[in-house]
């Protein structure tokens, strides 16, 4: 993420903020210019974005703002709906009228915009059909007496357990299935790397490159997981696959590695935001050429700054902030990714 500046009185402005905290202006994300920015307020109420945009075009704030303070980006008017780019992604949300499903869908929300600013600042398709397969929808659910939900993706369509927006929950269910890593943001970006597997896997040339990293995504996908659940991973999945789950079936070690690449992007980005100074041995290619590297590049600058991330974890005495080993392999997987990632970008 990067550092964004109240543009009236330098102030930082954290994504979500809903006030810059020098001035006291109004804050909101403006997704043309994939950035946090202040805003005045219009002789009509309307919300007047400090930032170089039409002056003739007119915002507002999206309705989830003034509702339920579940969000806080701006909506252009001549979109014609209430929603922003990222509520009207949920085309079900849970019933809001019970506190703790308002309380949960809200956490939900919060980690969806992370993930929906990643990939605008990615310059990645999501709100048009792409390549035959529709615009990206979530589901964000909360369980009923006889209705599980199960946090999983089905073509276009994403649905999230709002359960996992619960500490305790998630934690219980995090220890359970023996996972290092188990979060919001993380679920999010793994199920949206299903969603641009769909939308790469009509690209020519893409299936020699997945198979021969992953390989064949042919075999029995329910089989796969039933016996991942049953047996557990294979005994050597260490040297080969980002996570334990990520030996189940090429699909999921697929998604793991495009999580593992959005995560990449994010952290070294912040780095980079904070004018991160390598050690010269271990800065191969420099923090500070051009945004986004190519795979190798990005992967070399993550070496230390995962490094560092972990030790100033261990400094303040929290566990590690990436408690994942990137092998050799898997850092050809993940190198493939955001080759895949480039090649799908809009031009900048
Ligand atoms: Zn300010
Ligand atoms: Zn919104
Ligand atoms: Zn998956």
Redesign the pocket.
């Known amino acids: 993420m990067q550092i964004f500046q109240c543009r009236a009185c330098g102030s930082r402005l954290y994504f979500g903020n809903r006030l810059c905290l020098g001035c006291g202006r109004q804050t909101a994300y403006l997704a043309e210019g994939v950035a946090m920015v202040a805003v005045d307020i219009g002789n009509d109420g309307a919300p007047l974005p400090l930032a170089d945009v039409d002056r003739s075009r007119r915002w507002r704030h999206c309705l989830h703002r003034a509702n339920d303070d579940a969000c806080f980006w701006l909506v252009d008017e001549a979109d014609g709906t209430p929603l922003c780019r990222s509520c009207r992604l949920s085309v079900l949300i849970p019933d809001l009228s019970d506190p703790i499903n308002h309380a949960r869908w809200k956490r939900v929300e919060a980690a969806k915009q992370w993930l929906i600013h990643s990939l605008l600042e990615l310059r990645l398709p999501f709100e048009r059909e792409t390549s035959g397969v529709p615009p990206l929808e979530f589901h964000l659910l909360s369980a009923q007496p006889g209705h599980r939900v199960i946090t ?2 089905q073509e276009s369509l994403i649905t999230i357990d709002v359960a996992e927006a619960d500490d305790e929950i998630r934690l219980r269910r995090r220890a359970s299935l023996g996972e290092p890593y188990r979060t919001l943001l993380g679920h999010l970006r ?2 949206v ?2 969603y641009y597997w769909q939308v790469l896997a009509s690209r020519p040339g893409f299936f020699d490159g997945f198979r021969s990293l992953f390989g064949d995504e042919g075999v029995d996908y329910s089989q796969s997981l039933d016996r991942h659940y049953q047996q557990g991973a294979v005994s050597d999945w260490q040297g080969r696959y980002i996570s334990a ?1 990520a030996s189940s079936h090429p ?2 070690d697929w ?2 590695s495009w999580a593992h690449f959005m995560h990449v992007v994010d952290a070294v980005d912040t780095a980079r935001a904070h004018r991160l100074r390598l050690d010269d041995v271990l800065e191969p290619a420099g923090l500070y050429g051009p945004w986004p590297p190519d795979g190798e590049t990005l992967l070399d600058l993550w070496q230390p700054v995962s490094l560092l991330i972990n030790d100033l974890n261990r400094a303040v005495g929290m566990p590690d902030a990436y408690p994942f080993v990137v092998s050799p392999t898997v850092r050809d997987k993940i190198a493939f990714v955001s080759a895949q990632a480039r090649a799908l970008a809009s031009p900048g």
């Open positions: 999983g993706h793994h199920e790397g299903h789950y699909w999921e998604a793991e």
